[in-house]
């Protein structure tokens, strides 16, 4: 008899080529990277965050969320075993009723977003698409069994880095500074901040940019990434 499958989707990352397993500062940068990037890809394509503050070139470190709680990403379980794998938990959606369905549909969009632009890597056309693609969709798509389906149906990705990419983003990991917010642009001379609401699929996507190089370049140039830790598919 066969177990039956968990309520709600469980992403899944993996870095195959991640040399630094049990060095906790290297695991915190990989989750501070994976946080951002989600953090900014659900203000991208989530209503009700369009008075947040974005800067306007790049984003730095920094130890606050702009979304409410009900819209964070959890971590599930980290596997420090090679490979490095961290799985995340979507909260509350098995349990969903009312107004708690209508929150876990907006959790199901933000990570079925989240997702495709992991999947996009470093091609910037691609993650803009993806953002564009999931910040048009329509309110009837945002029931929370055609998400989940949506995320089920994502198969193994991998996505790679050609190796300037890994030098540079190494190269950036060592200028980080570590008790920054979101950066402020005008602070390096780059710019303002503004509000995300003024900003476009690609404009997210450019903001994108930088991080997602840093989580390839410390990830070893590769990641695998599923939409549900349970629809992976089987070794050949």
Known sequence: MTSPRPAAPSPLVRF??????????????????????????????????????????????????????????????????????????????????????????????????????????????????????????????????????ALREQQLRRVTAEADIIERARNEILGLHGDSEYESASSRGVGVHRDAGSLTSIDFAELLDEPMQRLLGYGGGELEVVGDEYDEPEPS
Request: net charge positive.
């Open 16 to 149: 195959p080529s991640f040399t630094d397993l049990g060095d906790l500062n290297s695991l915190s940068i990989v989750i501070q990277d994976l946080s951002i990037i989600y953090d900014v890809t659900a203000v991208a394509v989530l209503p009700g965050y369009g008075r947040v503050r974005m800067p306007s070139t790049r984003l730095g470190p920094r130890r606050w969320s702009p979304l409410r709680a009900e819209d964070r990403l959890k971590v599930k379980r980290v596997s420090l075993a090679s490979p490095l794998e961290i799985v995340f938990f979507l909260a509350g959606l098995s349990t969903a009723v009312g107004s708690g369905a209508i929150a876990g549909s907006r959790v199901l969009r933000a990570v079925k977003a989240w997702v495709d632009v992991l999947a996009a890597g470093v091609d910037l056309d691609q993650r803009e698409q993806a953002l564009e693609e999931n910040r048009a969709l329509a309110p009837e798509r945002l029931r929370e069994a055609q998400l989940s389906n």
